[in-house]
């Protein structure tokens, strides 16, 4: 027993001389569960039994909660988590999401948990980081060619840790797939950027020219028609290069009876967009 151990069970011996017993020790089927303090400075301690508490599990929650804020030794915590992670594996719960099942059940940040818990029960998430770090490398990748935005891969390295923690896989080759969508997405947001510059530049220039006095009014159109039909046949192009029509025919019969008028409007756009050019105009009004 530590010295401060020592000092604390003298200090409620005196309170409880004074005071007499303020909180009850409670015990459950499995033992003390709140109180084993108390009951080493006064052996008659007054108890109550609570009955609702029906697996050793439960046990240990109760007992976490009535020490959370009391000086207990690093090996105390150790025990007690340990304890409560071997119930959680005979419940079935897979060592690498013990973590999390603690974390929700007991009154202790993840941090500390970790800090206590064995590194048994904390392999597989070892293991699931270690997949996250492998599957996330294309995305690595992308972003230092400047193929995709370093937000686009932060995002989805997040989709990619919740599949993996909820204990499903992800193939490469659709990690692969997600990362030229994303590509795809980044260039078509290129595009749009520059042409949202270079109006602007357009639209600066003429206004200069109307207040310099050059022209007396100036009404500025900017076309930007087939663009949006630009952008679908994009899409439509790389994804049935990307994933073949058995792909689409998996939507089912009436999302697939549904997109074919879809595949007709795209092939008239294509065929308008021959004769239109995208561009800017400009009409002077005196």
Do not use: C
């Not at 270690?130 to 937000?151: G, H, M, W």
């Not at 022209?215 to 949006?228: M, P, Q, V």
């Amino acid at each position: 027993m530590s010295e401060q151990e020592q000092t604390i069970i003298e200090e409620l011996r005196e309170s409880y001389k004074k005071y007499g017993a303020v909180r009850p020790i409670i015990r459950t089927k499995f033992g003390i569960a709140s109180g084993e303090t108390r009951k080493k400075a006064v052996e008659d301690w007054p108890e109550i039994t609570d009955n609702k508490v029906q697996t050793y599990y439960d046990h240990l929650k109760l007992k976490a909660a009535d020490n959370v804020h009391q000086i207990k030794s690093s090996e105390w915590w150790e025990g007690v988590l340990t304890e409560a992670g071997d119930e959680l594996l005979k419940q079935g719960i897979k060592s690498g999401h013990i973590v999390e099942a603690l974390k929700k059940d007991f009154p202790l940040s993840e941090a500390s948990i970790r800090r206590y818990l064995p590194q048994r029960f904390k392999m597989e998430s070892l293991e699931r980081k270690s997949a996250i770090t492998v599957i996330a490398e294309p995305l690595n990748v992308a972003v230092s060619k400047r193929e995709i935005t370093p937000e686009q891969a932060k995002e989805a390295k997040t989709l990619y840790k919740e599949i993996i923690k909820e204990g499903k896989k992800i193939p490469p080759k659709k990690v692969k797939q997600h990362i030229q969508e994303l590509k795809q997405e980044h260039k078509h947001e290129e595009k749009v950027l520059k042409q949202e510059q270079k109006h602007e530049e357009i639209k600066r220039e003429t206004t200069k020219k109307f207040l310099s006095g050059e022209k007396e009014a100036t009404t500025l159109t900017i076309t930007r028609e087939g663009t949006t039909f630009k952008k679908e046949i994009e899409d439509f192009m790389w994804k049935s290069t990307s994933y073949g029509i058995a792909n689409y025919k998996m939507l089912g019969e009436k999302q697939w009876k549904e997109l074919r008028p879809q595949f007709s409007k795209i092939a008239q756009n294509m065929v308008r967009l021959q004769n239109i050019k995208e561009g800017v105009e400009t009409k002077a009004l005196v």
